[in-house]
């Protein structure tokens, strides 16, 4: 089984990892673990010590948290395997053995979230680009000019993306990353998922400047061209930090779209075990996400495709299939519906597993857009939905940096302005309902006013 497993090293060696100037490398962090294969093409990840107020619990989400990568405070992640036979004692003996051992975690296999249907589009993307009110939100200044939008997945293919806009498309080359192993430039990738993905964000915020994380292209024994593991995403999600450090505080803008999870637990620990993934506030994946909330960034994850009707062929949970960082309570976990205003079949419903209360609203799917797969095949599933959000957050953030409007009230705008589908208020096929950009305009022009 491939784990996580978190140490605690001397205070100069956390500085190091923790230090994006320098380069600190497994052996440096770990010299031999018993019965553990480490990985040395991985790269050591700290991970910030989550402190909350006086008196509150450091492992709940649901609360104000800050997060310290102070050399005393933070620790460091590396990733290896552990044979099946040998698996529970390892994850018993190796703490006891090992003093600076903080504990092992699942790195569970994470996969892109296509759609499972075969069902023709439903309109196109200048019907998404109407119902978002492009048109609307460019009058108003909001177009994503300056805002970084990160698509983690597959790679960009930013000349195809540009065509099928009919417009050109801005890349930062500079900030974006790939895992160990991955060939490629950025940008010109070939056209998949990822690519679907960047066309779909840009409808609303053509202006954005895309940073390319081919999050889903990483290798391993046995896998597909289409996933990878969840470590690569811990190591994204620390690079994304810096990105946002390295801006100036009172203009920070960065919307991270995610359309990908897992979809399995066979890759996971048992709920209940110290090293679980699913379900488990204290995996360093989901501190890592509560972490870059807390610095500025609007984090975004698919609800997933296992929704009763249409079930993706991978779905195994039995029930509560938003699991993980697509159920984190500092992220928005985006439902599907179509250009007709219908949810569609696939889009996973609530409760989820880390917040009960998932998905946080919809986005427009399944219609005609970036060709990724074709001519004639529909940009689908909540991993069109996604992006496609995420845009509309982008733009928003054109105007309203986090410094002027934090993740937290971003998310709570998007709530509460949602044009609501079904049962009054919260329900768990659509969360609060589908995104409204005239509503998001008026509650912004409200609070410009109030703080005039």
């Not at 019965?35 to 450091?58: C, H, K, Q, S, Y």
């Not at 006891?96 to 023709?120: M, N």
């Not at 410094?403 to 302005?417: D, F, G, T, V």
């Amino acid at each position: 089984m491939r784990v996580l497993i978190q140490l605690r090293p001397s205070p100069d060696l956390v500085a190091a990892v923790a230090d994006p100037a320098q380069t600190a490398t497994t052996a440096d962090v770990a010299d031999g673990l018993p019965g553990v294969e480490l990985d040395t093409a991985f790269v050591p990840v700290a991970v910030p010590r989550p402190v909350p107020a006086a008196g509150g619990d450091p492992l709940s989400l649901n609360q104000p948290l800050d997060f310290s990568l102070a050399a005393e405070d933070a620790s460091v992640l590396v990733r290896g395997t552990i044979s099946d036979d040998e698996l529970a004692s390892r994850v018993t003996l190796l703490p006891a053995l090992r003093p600076d051992v903080v504990g092992i975690f699942a790195d569970p296999v994470i996969e892109s979230t296509p759609t499972c249907g075969g069902d023709p589009p439903v309109g196109d993307w200048h019907d998404v680009e109407r119902l978002l009110n492009v048109a609307g939100l460019q009058a108003e200044g909001l177009d994503g000019t300056g805002v970084a939008l990160a698509v983690l997945d597959t790679g960009v293919n930013a000349a195809h993306t540009a065509r099928q806009l009919g417009r050109g498309v801005t890349l930062d080359a500079d900030r974006c990353w790939s895992p160990s192993g991955v060939a490629g430039k950025p940008g010109e990738f070939e056209v998949d998922h990822g690519t679907m993905c960047a066309f779909d964000a840009l409808i609303a915020a053509p202006q954005a400047s895309l940073i390319d994380i081919p999050l889903l292209l990483s290798t391993r024994p046995g896998g597909s061209a289409l996933d990878g593991l969840l470590s690569d995403a811990v190591s994204a999600f620390a690079h994304l930090r810096n990105v946002l450090d390295a801006q100036p505080a009172a203009s920070r803008a960065l919307v991270v779209s995610n359309s990908w999870g897992s979809f399995s637990p066979e890759w996971d620990f048992p709920v209940g075990h110290p090293g679980n993934y699913s379900d488990s506030a204290a995996h360093p994946f989901n501190l890592m996400v509560a972490a870059l909330d807390r610095a500025g960034a609007d984090v975004l994850f698919a609800a997933g495709n296992c929704g009763q009707e249409c079930p993706d062929g991978r779905c195994v949970y039995p029930s509560r299939p938003i699991v993980g960082a697509n159920s984190h309570p500092k992220a928005l976990s985006i439902g599907g519906i179509d250009v007709n205003g219908d949810r569609v079949g696939y889009s996973s419903q609530g409760p989820g597993r880390l917040t009960a209360r998932k998905p946080d609203v919809c986005g427009y799917t399944h219609f005609l857009g970036s060709a990724a797969f074709g001519k004639g095949e529909p940009d689908s599933g909540t991993s069109a939905a996604t992006p496609v959000v995420a845009g509309l957050v982008a733009a928003v953030r054109t105007q309203w940096p986090a410094a002027r409007l934090s993740p937290a009230q971003l998310r709570a705008l998007l709530r509460r302005s949602a044009e609501d589908r079904s049962e009054v208020g919260f329900d768990y096929d659509y969360g609060y309902g589908v995104v409204d950009p005239a509503g998001i305009m008026a509650s912004l022009q409200r609070r410009a006013k109030s703080t005039a």
